[in-house]
């Protein structure tokens, strides 16, 4: 990989892993906010993401939700440039591409591998757009710098990190144990003009006393060279923030008198439509793991997005849930399909193009009198309207590919700005279906959503994740040596 020519021009610093799931995000996001709260402008920046958990920017392209997060946390709104390259797992060996913003293509792991260095100069020159305006850039990387075997045109670690001439601090989670060995391991398999690039050390997810650790952070100092920039203590009320990928989805949430079923599905995605749900006093939220029945008990089912629609309806009845949502449909229970969700819940899926694999049509679940057609055209943009029921404003963003139509769509969930129908609604009531992400996100929706079925809702949510976001970087500012990072970041600037 080419270096670029010269030294940064602004301030920034790359948090790097151990290993996936170590909590980069998280300590970017609290970050940026500590910063922020300094008066300094503070941007983010994640050159490669990948994650079904996609956010549409105000300019109407995709990027990673914990760049989105990390925006808000900079009290800026989210650009395509502070993730150029975002990969959305369709199945285990391949992904659909998203460069600034926009589909590239879809390819297959080996594919990408020998690609991706192609997408450099748009990395390169999405990191200038972020940082134009910026007084600090936090660069977040992805998966781990260990993963050497992936070094070969990398761009999300080191690789990176050298062609902008960052410096990086290396972040390790020791609640998931080896943390000594962790730091050590990657101290060992980096070139030696990668371990210069890192100039310190962090320690996240600490439970009990941190002083207990002080041996420990002697060791991986004299071992490494590098410096100790402190111990993050656990963060509980981390869980209450929007997660970056599936790998944190708990089986349920709550003890609210509202139960809320959600069918796990093999591809979800945008799975922070929940979030705001599980956060509600009134609801119980129970995440229906493959192999489980839907409960016979719940009020509402909710079927999520999905990246793989035909895949994950396939998914869906293999687990026995379309017997179980019959079931619940002639008890007279509510069902709400999102995005994926709502195509799967039409009479019929059609993928002439074989977008999704084999082309075909197949039959869909037959709640909803519409039928849908996939094709290559993408549409991502922010949405704004009133529910047409609860008669409540409704604000998020589209994330899909297709078309619905049907009698059904005579009948829409929501009217948005411009006179624009969305969704729809059976004939009895009962199902209904949106491609609109992130409904419950907004208070007034949501309450009045949740009090047709007799529940309460009391919850500002942005509030509550941005009064999260503040709580997390003062935890932040008493336990890392903030005056190191700001040093650090200053290297090497003309």
């Given at each position: 990989m080419n270096k670029t020519s010269g030294s940064r021009r602004k301030p920034a610093i790359m948090v790097q892993g151990t290993g996936s799931n170590v909590g980069k995000s998280l300590i970017v996001a609290g970050l940026c906010r500590l910063f922020s709260n300094r008066g300094l402008s503070v941007r983010p920046f994640k050159p490669q993401n990948m994650s079904n958990n996609a956010a549409v920017t105000e300019d109407g392209g995709e990027i990673g939700r914990a760049q989105a997060l990390q925006a808000m946390a900079c009290r800026v709104p989210s650009s395509v440039h502070m993730n150029p390259?975002?990969?959305?797992?369709?199945?285990?060996?391949?992904?659909?591409?998203?460069?600034?913003?926009?589909?590239?293509?879809?390819?297959?792991?080996?594919?990408?591998?020998?690609?991706?260095?192609?997408?450099?100069?748009?990395?390169?020159?999405?990191?200038?757009?972020?940082?134009?305006?910026?007084?600090?850039?936090?660069?977040?990387?992805?998966?781990?710098?260990?993963?050497?075997?992936?070094?070969?045109?990398?761009?999300?670690?080191?690789?990176?990190?050298?062609?902008?001439?960052?410096?990086?601090?290396?972040?390790?989670?020791?609640?998931?144990?080896?943390?000594i060995a962790s730091v050590v391991g990657t101290h060992a398999v980096l070139e030696p003009s990668e371990r210069e690039r890192i100039h310190g050390f962090l320690i996240n997810r600490f439970r009990g006393d941190p002083s207990l650790f002080d041996d420990g952070m002697r060791e991986i100092s004299e071992r490494t060279g590098w410096r100790g920039l402190g111990v993050v203590p656990w963060f509980p009320d981390a869980t209450r923030l929007p997660a970056?990928?599936?790998?944190?989805?708990?089986?349920?949430?709550?003890?609210?008198?509202?139960?809320?079923?959600?069918?796990?599905?093999?591809?979800?995605?945008?799975?922070?439509?929940?979030?705001?749900?599980?956060?509600?006093?009134?609801?119980?939220?129970?995440?229906?793991?493959?192999?489980?029945?839907?409960?016979?008990?719940?009020?509402l089912v909710l079927l999520p997005g999905s990246k793989?629609?035909?895949?994950?309806?396939?998914?869906?009845?293999?687990?026995?849930?379309?017997?179980?949502?019959?079931?619940?449909?002639?008890?007279?229970?509510?069902?709400?399909?999102?995005?994926?969700?709502?195509?799967?819940?039409?009479?019929?899926?059609?993928?002439?193009?074989?977008?999704?694999?084999?082309?075909?049509?197949?039959?869909?679940?037959?709640?909803?009198?519409?039928?849908?057609?996939?094709?290559?055209?993408?549409?991502?943009?922010?949405?704004k309207g009133r529910n047409i029921a609860c008669n409540a404003p409704v604000s998020g963003y589209e994330i899909h590919?297709?078309?619905?139509?049907?009698?059904?769509?005579?009948?829409?969930?929501?009217?948005?700005?411009?006179?624009?129908?969305?969704?729809?609604?059976?004939?009895?009531?009962l199902v209904s279906g949106t491609y609109v992400h992130g409904l419950f996100t907004d208070d007034s929706f949501r309450k009045a959503y949740l009090a047709a079925f007799g529940a309460a809702s009391d919850l500002a949510y942005d509030q509550n994740v941005d009064l999260i976001l503040n709580d997390f970087s003062m935890h932040l500012e008493s336990v890392l040596d903030v005056a190191a990072l700001l040093e650090i970041a200053s290297r090497d600037v003309a």
């Amino acid at each position: 990989m080419n270096k670029t020519s010269g030294s940064r021009r602004k301030p920034a610093i790359m948090v790097q892993g151990t290993g996936s799931n170590v909590g980069k995000s998280l300590i970017v996001a609290g970050l940026c906010r500590l910063f922020s709260n300094r008066g300094l402008s503070v941007r983010p920046f994640k050159p490669q993401n990948m994650s079904n958990n996609a956010a549409v920017t105000e300019d109407g392209g995709e990027i990673g939700r914990a760049q989105a997060l990390q925006a808000m946390a900079c009290r800026v709104p989210s650009s395509v440039h502070m993730n150029p390259v975002l990969l959305k797992p369709e199945t285990d060996t391949g992904a659909q591409v998203i460069v600034q913003g926009r589909k590239f293509g879809t390819m297959r792991a080996r594919e990408y591998g020998s690609r991706k260095h192609e997408l450099l100069p748009k990395v390169v020159e999405s990191f200038s757009v972020t940082s134009s305006d910026a007084d600090l850039v936090i660069v977040e990387g992805a998966g781990s710098p260990a993963e050497i075997n992936l070094r070969t045109g990398d761009i999300a670690n080191m690789g990176f990190a050298e062609a902008a001439n960052l410096p990086v601090v290396l972040c390790a989670d020791i609640d998931r144990g080896g943390v000594i060995a962790s730091v050590v391991g990657t101290h060992a398999v980096l070139e030696p003009s990668e371990r210069e690039r890192i100039h310190g050390f962090l320690i996240n997810r600490f439970r009990g006393d941190p002083s207990l650790f002080d041996d420990g952070m002697r060791e991986i100092s004299e071992r490494t060279g590098w410096r100790g920039l402190g111990v993050v203590p656990w963060f509980p009320d981390a869980t209450r923030l929007p997660a970056e990928d599936g790998l944190g989805l708990a089986d349920g949430f709550g003890l609210g008198k509202l139960k809320v079923a959600v069918p796990v599905i093999s591809r979800i995605a945008n799975f922070d439509d929940l979030d705001p749900l599980r956060l509600e006093a009134d609801v119980t939220l129970e995440l229906v793991q493959p192999g489980k029945p839907l409960p016979g008990d719940a009020d509402l089912v909710l079927l999520p997005g999905s990246k793989s629609t035909v895949g994950d309806l396939a998914f869906f009845r293999q687990q026995g849930w379309d017997v179980d949502l019959k079931a619940h449909y002639r008890r007279g229970g509510q069902i709400l399909g999102i995005c994926g969700g709502y195509q799967m819940l039409g009479r019929t899926i059609a993928d002439p193009e074989g977008i999704e694999g084999v082309a075909g049509t197949v039959e869909g679940l037959g709640y909803l009198d519409v039928a849908t057609v996939l094709t290559s055209e993408k549409s991502t943009v922010p949405a704004k309207g009133r529910n047409i029921a609860c008669n409540a404003p409704v604000s998020g963003y589209e994330i899909h590919i297709g078309y619905t139509e049907g009698e059904d769509c005579n009948r829409p969930m929501n009217l948005l700005d411009g006179d624009r129908a969305d969704g729809s609604v059976s004939r009895n009531g009962l199902v209904s279906g949106t491609y609109v992400h992130g409904l419950f996100t907004d208070d007034s929706f949501r309450k009045a959503y949740l009090a047709a079925f007799g529940a309460a809702s009391d919850l500002a949510y942005d509030q509550n994740v941005d009064l999260i976001l503040n709580d997390f970087s003062m935890h932040l500012e008493s336990v890392l040596d903030v005056a190191a990072l700001l040093e650090i970041a200053s290297r090497d600037v003309a």
